[in-house]
């Protein structure tokens, strides 16, 4: 964040070690936004139905929040250079497998596999890039969001343009770009000194037994019902082509950066967290509302995706610190705890859009949004007593760093 970032005078003087992570970072981003584009292309392309190509999403995302209650295990037992180069090396595969696939099935199982690497990738990055960063963890904090943000509004962008070639030409992209990331890890990244520290496999399982913990983790299940509705089923009722998606989407990611980034410590210097997220969810719920009336208005519904992202940032960087405040767990154990779960809400809501949208119409699935971020409202408010510790001290550099990784990486 800009505070932490202004006790450091050299936050892009990093060693080259930290930008071939940081790369890699950007692409592993990107990947969350890049199929954005081509949803309306696979499903005319492969004569796949709508709820049939937003399995895309359910079964990247459903892999990755599950394998992430595993990947502090792994990562502590064979370093993070070796986690950080399995994860790239699935997902270069697993993107060219997708790339070449003749149905709709093939893509979804292979998302799977590119899921399963995305989440040994993105829950080491940030821990490799805190350690080797020059200028402390404040350096860190503002690069690691730096590409978190640039690779969350490039995707729709990237995935519009090579979209307008080939609905395959965005899984090529990844391909070249991941395999580029690869190498500079392999080759720029140091091993650790230390020899690290095991983690018990059954230790994100106990952490969500907390009631704090237990309270944030469900109320992000169902806030990223709201969020993924809104990503993944949008393309689909705005009629737009690959580029008119691709730029709505780069809006909408700019948009959640922006307030990721700055907006969201701002609101925090004034207001306790659980106080921001009790005013940021509403705002979701309404925005939400008013996109499902509005959504024959193709102007009117990218206006609330932008505002959406707006929202969204906030709530991402809010929650995360959070949860890194919540407990006194190891944070790689809060944190991939509290990401399996809300992973799950993200896995659900794509094909539960698509198939009210079939049935009902395509107001209703934003309702089915909002009603879902209503009820992570109330979660946040009838669990404020177990949340009381979040608010009752700030989170340091480190402790803020660490709640980066879990938040917009979805």
């Given at each position: 964040?800009?505070?932490?970032?202004?006790?450091?005078?050299?936050?892009?003087?990093?060693?080259?070690?930290?930008?071939?992570?940081?790369?890699?970072?950007?692409?592993?981003?990107?990947?969350?936004?890049?199929?954005?584009?081509?949803?309306?292309?696979?499903?005319?392309?492969?004569?796949?139905?709508?709820?049939?190509?937003?399995?895309?999403?359910?079964?990247?995302?459903?892999?990755?929040?599950?394998?992430?209650?595993?990947?502090?295990?792994?990562?502590?037992?064979?370093?993070?250079k070796a986690t950080l180069l399995t994860g790239l090396a699935l997902i270069v595969v697993f993107a060219l497998l997708c790339s070449l696939s003749g149905s709709v099935d093939a893509i979804i199982g292979f998302r799977a596999g590119w899921g399963l690497g995305n989440a040994l990738f993105?829950?080491?990055?940030?821990?490799?890039?805190?350690?080797?960063?020059?200028?402390?963890?404040?350096?860190a904090i503002v690069l690691y969001e730096a590409a978190l943000g640039l690779g969350i509004a490039v995707g729709p962008l990237l995935g519009g343009l090579l979209g307008e070639i080939s609905w395959r030409g965005p899984f090529f992209g990844v391909v070249v770009l991941m395999a580029i990331?690869?190498?500079?890890?392999?080759?720029?990244?140091?091993?650790?000194?230390?020899?690290?520290?095991?983690?018990?496999?059954?230790?994100?399982?106990?952490?969500?037994?907390?009631?704090?913990?237990?309270?944030?983790?469900?109320?992000?299940?169902?806030?990223?019902?709201?969020?993924?509705?809104?990503?993944?089923?949008?393309?689909?009722?705005?009629?737009?082509?690959?580029?008119?998606?691709?730029?709505?989407?780069?809006?909408?990611?700019?948009?959640?950066?922006?307030?990721?980034?700055?907006?969201?410590?701002?609101?925090?210097?004034?207001?306790?967290?659980?106080?921001?997220?009790?005013?940021?969810?509403?705002?979701?719920?309404?925005?939400?509302?008013?996109?499902?009336?509005?959504?024959?208005?193709?102007?009117?519904?990218?206006?609330?995706?932008?505002?959406?992202?707006?929202?969204?940032?906030?709530?991402?960087?809010?929650?995360?610190?959070?949860?890194?405040?919540?407990?006194?767990?190891?944070?790689?154990?809060?944190?991939?705890?509290?990401?399996?779960?809300?992973?799950?809400?993200?896995?659900?809501?794509?094909?539960?859009?698509?198939?009210?949208?079939?049935?009902?119409?395509?107001?209703?699935?934003?309702?089915?949004?909002?009603?879902?971020?209503?009820?992570?409202?109330?979660?946040?408010?009838?669990?404020?007593?177990?949340?009381?510790?979040?608010?009752?001290?700030?989170?340091?550099?480190?402790?803020?760093?660490?709640?980066?990784?879990?938040?917009?990486?979805?």
């Amino acid at each position: 964040m800009s505070a932490h970032a202004s006790s450091t005078g050299s936050v892009w003087r990093q060693p080259a070690q930290v930008w071939a992570v940081a790369f890699a970072c950007v692409v592993a981003f990107m990947g969350i936004g890049l199929v954005d584009p081509i949803l309306p292309a696979i499903a005319e392309s492969l004569q796949a139905s709508p709820v049939q190509t937003e399995l895309l999403f359910t079964s990247y995302l459903l892999v990755t929040g599950l394998a992430m209650l595993i990947t502090s295990w792994i990562s502590s037992r064979i370093g993070a250079k070796a986690t950080l180069l399995t994860g790239l090396a699935l997902i270069v595969v697993f993107a060219l497998l997708c790339s070449l696939s003749g149905s709709v099935d093939a893509i979804i199982g292979f998302r799977a596999g590119w899921g399963l690497g995305n989440a040994l990738f993105i829950s080491t990055a940030l821990a490799t890039i805190v350690g080797a960063a020059a200028g402390g963890s404040g350096a860190a904090i503002v690069l690691y969001e730096a590409a978190l943000g640039l690779g969350i509004a490039v995707g729709p962008l990237l995935g519009g343009l090579l979209g307008e070639i080939s609905w395959r030409g965005p899984f090529f992209g990844v391909v070249v770009l991941m395999a580029i990331g690869f190498v500079a890890v392999l080759v720029l990244l140091r091993g650790p000194k230390e020899k690290p520290v095991p983690v018990p496999l059954s230790a994100p399982f106990k952490a969500l037994r907390i009631p704090a913990l237990a309270v944030l983790a469900v109320a992000a299940l169902f806030y990223n019902i709201g969020f993924f509705v809104l990503l993944a089923f949008s393309p689909f009722p705005l009629g737009f082509g690959a580029m008119g998606i691709g730029f709505t989407f780069f809006g909408w990611g700019v948009a959640l950066a922006i307030t990721s980034v700055w907006v969201a410590p701002l609101l925090l210097r004034v207001m306790a967290r659980s106080t921001v997220m009790l005013l940021t969810l509403p705002l979701l719920a309404v925005d939400l509302i008013v996109a499902g009336i509005l959504v024959a208005d193709a102007t009117a519904l990218v206006v609330c995706i932008i505002v959406g992202g707006l929202l969204l940032g906030v709530m991402n960087t809010v929650l995360t610190e959070s949860v890194m405040e919540a407990t006194d767990l190891p944070r790689a154990v809060a944190s991939s705890s509290y990401s399996a779960v809300r992973f799950l809400g993200g896995a659900a809501a794509p094909p539960i859009a698509a198939l009210l949208w079939h049935l009902y119409g395509a107001t209703v699935p934003y309702l089915f949004a909002a009603a879902s971020v209503v009820v992570a409202t109330l979660t946040i408010l009838l669990g404020r007593r177990a949340l009381a510790r979040i608010d009752a001290r700030e989170a340091d550099a480190a402790e803020e760093a660490a709640a980066v990784l879990v938040g917009d990486a979805t």
